[in-house]
Nanobody, 129 residues
């Protein structure tokens, strides 16, 4: 079992920045990819970004490209999401997730929640206009 704990959410004005963190513990040997998803009020949870631990390859959904940056620290088993130029539409609960998928990291694979075996409790990000 892998435990994930997110932190760093909060309230920020449009155009501002936040940095989310997600620390993994437990059976981290089963973690090959870590990702961020988000769920806005009344909407489905959607993929935001992912990083593959082995080579630090990164993946982003189109709407956050150029604004969000995912990074990871293997020694700390922690993944970060630096969010800049935040918009009100970025308001959501942000969830960290861990996957044991090794290859074939297509958008479809990364976006499918069934490919993730562990989830954090979520952290609220609110962007005011």
């Amino acid at each position: 079992q892998v435990q994930l704990v997110e932190s760093g959410g909060g309230l920020v004005q449009a155009g501002g920045s936040l940095r989310l963190s997600c620390a993994a513990s437990g059976r981290t040997g089963s973690v090959y990819v870590m990702a961020w998803f988000r769920q806005a009020p009344g909407k489905e949870r959607n993929f935001v970004s992912a990083i593959r631990w082995s080579d630090k390859s990164t993946y982003y959904t189109e709407s956050v490209k150029g604004r969000f940056t995912i990074s990871g620290d293997n020694a700390k088993n922690t993944v970060y999401l630096q969010m800049n130029s935040l918009k009100p539409e970025d308001t959501a609960i942000y969830y960290c997730a861990a996957s044991a998928v090794i290859g074939g990291l297509t958008t479809g694979v990364l976006s499918s929640e069934s490919n993730y075996h562990s989830w954090g409790q979520g952290t609220q990000v609110t962007v005011s206009s």
